[in-house]
Nanobody, 120 residues
Framework: QVQLVESGGGLVQAGGSLRLSCAAS????????MGWYRQAPGKQRELVAV???????NYADSVKGRFTISRNNANNTVSLQMNSLEPEDTAVYLC??????????????WGQGTQVTVSS
């Protein structure tokens, strides 16, 4: 069984930085796409950034130039460096692994989420 655990959330003032990390447990052969999503109260879940296995990255327009996603295929982790944070970035951030290959199956997984709060 694969589990994803996020860390690094917290409270920060506007203009500050945070680094989120997501670690996976279980015997994983490969992960096609690793990504970060966020969900603010009363809003739909939205993509923040993704990184594919071939090194391609994609960002939401609202975070381009401020956030950087990086993945480590050796240990199946993904991080999100968030700079110049704004109150609008306040949300629960969830990591997502798409097409995770294990011995038994290929499927997608979600973490439980970590709260990021940016004060003005």
């Amino acid at each position: 069984q694969v589990q994803l655990v996020e860390s690094g959330g917290g409270l920060v003032q506007a203009g500050g930085s945070l680094r989120l990390s997501c670690a996976a447990s279980g015997n994983i052969f490969s992960v096609e796409t690793m990504g970060w999503y966020r969900q603010a109260p009363g809003k739909q879940r939205e993509l923040v950034a993704v990184a594919t296995s071939d090194g391609t990255t994609n960002y939401a327009d609202s975070v381009k130039g401020r956030f950087t996603i990086s993945r480590n295929n050796a240990n199946n982790t993904v991080s999100l460096q968030m700079n110049s944070l704004e109150p609008e970035d306040t949300a629960v951030y969830l990591c997502n692994y798409e097409r995770v290959r294990t011995w038994f199956r290929t499927r997608d997984y979600w973490g439980q989420g970590t709260q990021v709060t940016v004060s003005s």
